[in-house]
C-alpha cells in the first residue's frame, strides 16, 4: 500500500510517497510559493534532487505537479496513478470536534471549516489541500485527515482551561489545545519502545523544540499538559514566537506605541522570540556564531531558553509526580548538543546525568541515549517522523473501512 502524505500551507504543499510496506519513502518534495511568483517545486528520490520553477496558481494546479512527477516516466516512482491507495492529510486545529483521526468526508471538512476561527492561517490551508487533492486524485481515493490537536485531547479541565470569564470557552472554545500533537506522539511511542515497557506504564515528557517548539507531559501514553495553548504562541520563547507573558504587556505596547491588536500580534508571533532577544536572527544557528563572537545578547538568549525548556520540564516532573524519560526532538532538539546539555544541567536535581561523548555524537541524523547508566531519568535523543504518523493512521482506517 502507498500512502501519498500531505501538508498543505496557505502557499505551500510538502508532500511524501510512502510505500507502508516496509514504511519507505519513495519521493517527497515541496511546493512553493503558490498562488504568486517564482513557485517552485522540489522533488526527491533515492536517485533525483530536482528543484525547478513551475507556475501554479492555486493548490490544484500544484498537485496536478505533483502528480506529474511521481508519473514521470524518467523520475517517477509509480507508473499508475492507482497505485496510490490513499492520501493522508495534516490538519492543525481539531477543536474539541475531532479527538483522533478520520476520513474526510464532507462533514468533517465542514466541521475542519468551522474550526477556522482557532486557526485561521491554517486551517483554511488545510481544507484547500483536502479538496484540491480530492480534484486530482478523484472521489474514489480515500482522503484521511490527521489533526495536531488530537493527541493532546486527553488533558484534564484543570489543565486545558484559562483563568478567564467561563462564558469564553462557552462561545468562542477559548481553551488550551496544543500542537506538535502527532510528534509528541511518535516520540513517545519510540521512547516506550526503546525502555522496553508498555508506554501504560510511564511518565514521559517530550521535547518538540525546532522554530515552533512544545513541550508535553505523557502520562500513561495519554497527554496530561503541554505548553501550546489556544495558538502556538504559548508555551517557552521560540524562534519568533515570544511564548507566555504578562497579557498586560499587550495593552502596555499597544498603549505606548500606538498600535492596533493586530500590529502586536504580529510583534508577538514574528518579531519576539529568539530573534527579538538577539537582534542577530531566528535561526539558532546564526545565534551560536554570535555567541561565539562575544555578542552579549546572543548568550543571553541561550541562557533564556535553556531556563525556560528546563522550567517546564520541572513543573511537568512535578504535574505527573515524577519522570521515566525525557525525549530532545525535531530541529535544535536534535542538532544541538549544547542546548541539551545546559537544559539537563539544571535537572541534576532530578536526578538527570547526562554521558558527554554520547550527547555530542548525537547530531546530524544521529539518534541515542544522551543519559549514563547512573541516571535516575532515562533521556534520549529521537528523531521525529510526523508524515509516517499520518501514513500508519491512514493505512489503519482505509483497512478499517474497507
Not at 508506554?199 to 515528557?205: G, T
Not at 535553556?306 to 520541572?314: L, V
Amino acid at each position: 500500500m502507498k500512502i501519498l502524505v500531505i501538508n498543505a500551507g496557505s502557499s505551500s504543499l510538502k508532500y511524501q510517497l510512502i510505500d507502508m510496506d516496509g514504511e519507505k519513502v519513495l519521493a517527497k518534495g515541496n511546493c512553493e510559493r503558490i498562488g504568486g511568483e517564482g513557485s517552485l517545486i522540489g522533488y526527491k528520490t533515492d536517485s533525483v534532487n530536482i528543484k525547478k520553477e513551475v507556475e501554479m496558481p492555486d493548490h490544484k494546479v500544484a498537485f496536478m505537479q505533483v502528480k506529474d512527477m511521481l508519473l514521470d516516466s524518467e523520475v517517477g516512482v509509480i507508473k499508475e496513478l492507482s497505485e496510490v491507495s490513499a492520501v493522508g492529510h495534516r490538519a492543525v486545529q481539531g477543536g474539541s470536534i475531532f479527538k483522533e483521526s478520520c476520513l474526510a468526508t464532507p462533514e468533517v471538512i465542514e466541521g475542519i471549516k468551522s474550526l477556522s476561527p482557532l486557526a485561521p492561517l491554517h486551517n483554511p490551508a488545510n481544507v484547500l489541500g483536502i479538496e484540491s487533492s480530492k480534484e486530482v486524485f478523484g472521489e474514489n481515493v480515500p482522503q484521511v485527515v490527521v489533526f495536531d490537536t488530537a493527541f493532546h485531547s486527553t488533558m484534564p479541565e484543570k489543565a486545558y482551561m484559562y483563568a478567564i470569564p467561563y462564558e469564553y470557552y462557552e462561545k468562542y472554545g477559548i481553551r488550551r489545545y496544543g500542537f506538535h500533537g502527532t510528534s509528541h506522539r511518535f516520540v513517545s511511542s519510540e521512547m516506550a519502545k526503546r525502555m522496553g515497557k508498555d508506554i501504560k506504564d510511564l511518565k514521559l515528557i517530550t521535547c518538540h523544540i525546532g522554530n515552533g517548539s512544545s513541550i508535553t507531559a505523557i502520562d500513561g501514553g495519554k497527554v496530561i499538559d503541554t505548553t501550546m495553548g489556544l495558538t502556538p504562541l504559548d508555551g517557552f520563547m521560540m524562534g519568533t514566537r515570544s511564548g507566555s507573558l504578562d497579557p498586560s504587556v499587550v495593552t502596555f505596547i499597544e498603549e505606548k506605541e500606538h498600535l492596533s491588536a493586530e500590529e502586536v500580534d504580529t510583534i508577538l508571533n514574528k518579531k519576539s522570540g529568539l530573534l527579538g532577544i538577539s537582534g542577530v536572527s531566528s535561526d539558532d544557528r546564526d545565534i551560536t556564531e554570535a555567541e561565539k563572537q562575544g555578542n552579549p545578547r546572543a548568550k543571553l538568549t541561550h541562557e533564556m531558553l535553556y531556563y525556560q525548556i528546563a522550567k517546564y520540564i520541572g513543573s511537568f516532573y512535578v504535574a505527573m509526580g515524577g519522570c521515566d524519560g525525557i525525549v530532545f526532538t525535531a530541529g535544535l532538539g536534535e542538532n544541538q548538543p549544547v542546548l541539551r546539555k545546559s537544559v539537563c544541567e539544571y535537572l541534576k536535581c532530578l536526578g538527570v546525568e547526562i554521558d558527554d561523548k554520547a550527547n555530542d555524537a548525537c547530531i546530524r541524523g544521529n539518534e541515542g541515549r544522551l543519559s549514563t547508566d547512573n541516571s535516575k531519568i532515562r533521556v534520549e535523543l529521537i528523531a521525529t517522523n510526523e508524515e509516517l504518523v499520518i501514513a500508519r493512521d491512514t493505512k489503519d482506517i482505509i483497512l478499517a473501512n474497507k
